[in-house]
């Protein structure tokens, strides 16, 4: 017959700071993707807006040729706006 003898692991301490410093890393964390957040909808509002413009430039440049298209494209420049 065999015996085996198994000891229970002694439970580990955490290091002295290291709830406040994992809680600090975390707010960290968070406001770091807040801030990447706003960042990338400003540069999409940013882009939407110069597309529209683009698209305006284009639309007053063919007015004369054929009125009817470009004001659909002052249009569609208006709900590519909105949209963001």
Do not use: N
Request: proline share 5%.
């Amino acid at each position: 017959m065999t015996t085996i003898t198994v000891q229970p692991p002694v439970r580990a301490a955490a290091p002295a700071g290291a709830r406040v410093a994992a809680e600090a890393f975390s707010a960290f964390l968070s406001w770091a993707r807040a801030v990447a957040a706003q960042r990338a909808a400003r540069q999409l509002r940013t882009a939407r807006l110069l597309e529209a413009t683009k698209v305006r430039i284009y639309a007053q440049r063919i007015a004369h040729e054929d009125p009817r298209f470009a004001a659909d494209l002052l249009a569609a420049a208006d709900r590519h706006e909105l949209i963001s």
